[in-house]
């Protein structure tokens, strides 16, 4: 069964650094999101991607948050300058086949990379 | 603002049924969901149920929607060891682009 998964699955940064997290999507999904959860908090949305652009983001996802697919597999977000409030666990989402609307409510999500700032 | 809601601990004795409750505030709901999510693992879909239906039935799991009170339920009948997990109620509003999450509620199985 096709499903969602994210390299690495913990990754350790100091403050200041710039990290990427990286997701492969179900292949013949058309949407992907980013979705976090810090410890102990609810999962919030980030951001949702199609067509290769933004379709919408939340408070959170600020300038300092962006989001890539740099090949037909891959799809990441990138923190430029991380910060001890962004340790949490990413979860990449993706959803949607072609001709299909009722696949596009059905988010598969990957089993997550957790990210320790110190 | 969107505010979804779930008690956080349920604990069961094995093939007994399981009811998880969610409630939720906004009433443009389109789509509910049920996720569960097992130590290590990514959060797993389970079931989900547009908001014009107030019932669904897919094998062990009932998901009942009461769109009055603005609660949604996920019963589990005969719960196994490894139904033991969190689970995770969300909300999509409008459109299918951001869900909205319960904070999970844990359920241990106990056998």
């Known amino acids: 069964e096709p499903e969602v998964t994210q390299t690495p699955s913990h990754q350790v940064t100091q403050m200041g650094q710039e990290v990427i997290l990286r997701c492969v999507p179900i292949?013949?999904?058309?949407?992907f999101y980013w979705y976090r959860q810090i410890l102990g908090q609810k999962v919030e949305f980030l951001v949702s991607?199609?067509?290769?652009?933004?379709?919408?983001k939340s408070e959170i996802f600020d300038d300092q948050f962006s989001v890539e697919r740099p090949d037909g597999s891959n799809f990441t977000l990138k923190i430029r300058s991380t910060k001890l409030e962004d340790s949490a666990m990413y979860f990449c989402?993706?959803?949607?086949?072609?001709?299909?609307?009722?696949?596009?409510?059905?988010?598969?999500f990957g089993p997550g990379t957790r990210l320790t700032v110190t | 603002g969107e505010d979804v809601e779930q008690s956080l601990f349920l604990s069961v004795r094995e093939g007994d049924s399981s009811v998880i409750n969610c409630t939720y505030t906004d009433s443009s709901s389109t789509y509910l969901y049920w996720y569960k999510q097992e130590p290590g693992a990514g959060l797993q879909l389970l079931t989900y149920i547009f908001s014009n239906m107030d019932m669904k039935q897919d094998q062990r799991l009932t998901v009942l929607l009461n769109k009055k009170d603005k609660h949604l339920s996920l019963r589990i009948a005969d719960t196994q060891t490894g139904d033991s997990a969190i689970y995770f109620c969300?909300?999509?509003?409008?459109?299918?682009?951001?869900?909205?999450f319960g904070s999970g509620t844990k359920l241990n199985v106990k056998p």
């Open positions: 991607f199609y067509n290769n652009e933004i379709s919408e």
């Open positions: 292949s013949n999904h058309l949407y």
């Open positions: 989402a993706s959803s949607g086949r072609d001709g299909d609307l009722r696949s596009s409510y059905e988010q598969y």
């Open positions: 969300a909300e999509s509003i409008y459109n299918f682009n951001k869900f909205y």
